[in-house]
């Protein structure tokens, strides 16, 4: 049966079985954390034209407040696989369009923050105000679709490793980026660009970093990731009405992230059903989805 990788200080790995652990990560970890397949292409064909200023200089006049908040509320998913809501998650938010259609010419650009980006928390209750635009900004109108433009996605997960008749459980540490022109870290990524780390107890193996990482096959029922010309958005339909206040307003985009990371079981000897399974260099579990489930947009009166 092997014996199985507890990192603790009760019972320390050798610095062999450690070495040769880490030696076998760098190697074939890069391929296989995310999933293998093709982005869902679909809604808004283009970025926003016409940037408005969403800085953080308070308008004269009402102003409207643009919230990220997320949820872990439990959904019904429509499909049969193993699924875990990330430990920790956060996502890059660019900006938001509302239009009449997934194929409307012209949507309004509620706020735009060009190669910026605002990194806000998808934890559960986590609220983060995105943008901040002058009430009299806002366009008239009813709109029955929207584009939430994103950057990036990190995200951790519980992970089982196995190598060397070993099962090492542990967590994965990963960041993808979605669009063109991301600076993190001082250096700007391309979409596709990865950096996936393995964590247990204390030890990091990793980052295993590249270019061109798989995207998630799937998304949550009703909204669709595009990624065209190195950018990427979330289109979802709505249904709201908007007329520019006299008072200060929030414009709520709520992101729902229950069991979010989702996986196909692979059934072979020594993995666990529920449990993501990595065997490296030639066996990993196919990642079908991360990323929020649903989003959806609210406006009211300031509280």
């Known amino acids: ?178 669009s063109d022109n991301t600076t993190l870290d001082g250096q700007v990524r391309a979409s596709g660009y990865y950096s996936f780390s393995f964590l247990v107890g204390s030890q990091t193996y990793g980052p295993t970093t590249g270019n061109g990482g798989p995207l998630p096959q799937t998304t949550g029922a009703g909204i669709t990731l595009s990624i065209k010309g190195g950018v990427a958005s979330y289109g979802f339909p709505i249904n709201l009405t908007v007329a520019p206040p006299a008072v200060d307003m929030d414009i709520t985009l709520e992101a729902n992230t229950h069991e979010d990371f989702r996986w196909e079981d692979d059934p072979q000897a020594g993995y666990a059903p529920k449990i993501l399974d990595v065997t490296p260099p030639s066996s990993f579990e196919t990642v079908k989805q991360f990323g929020p489930n649903a989003l959806s947009v609210s406006i009211a009166t300031k509280n």
């Open 1 to 178: 049966m092997g014996w199985r990788f507890v990192h603790n200080e009760a019972s320390p790995p050798t610095l062999t079985h450690m070495m040769t652990f880490k030696t076998i990560f760098f190697l074939a970890l890069a391929p296989c954390v995310a999933c293998s397949g093709t982005v869902n292409v679909g809604g808004f064909d283009a970025a926003p034209d016409a940037p408005l200023d969403a800085g953080t200089d308070a308008p004269s006049g009402p102003s409207v407040f643009i919230h990220l908040k997320a949820t872990t509320a439990p959904v019904t998913h429509l499909d049969a696989w193993s699924a875990q809501t990330p430990k920790k998650q956060t996502l890059g938010i660019r900006g938001l369009a509302l239009g009449t259609g997934p194929n409307d010419p012209n949507p309004w650009v509620v706020f735009d923050l060009g190669t910026g980006f605002i990194e806000a928390p998808l934890d559960d209750k986590a609220d983060t105000i995105v943008a901040t635009v002058p009430a009299s900004a806002l366009k008239n109108g009813t709109y029955t679709y929207a584009w939430t433009y994103a950057s990036h996605v990190r995200y951790q997960v519980d992970a089982t490793v196995h190598a060397l008749n070993t099962a090492v459980p542990g967590t994965f540490d990963n960041l993808q980026v979605l």
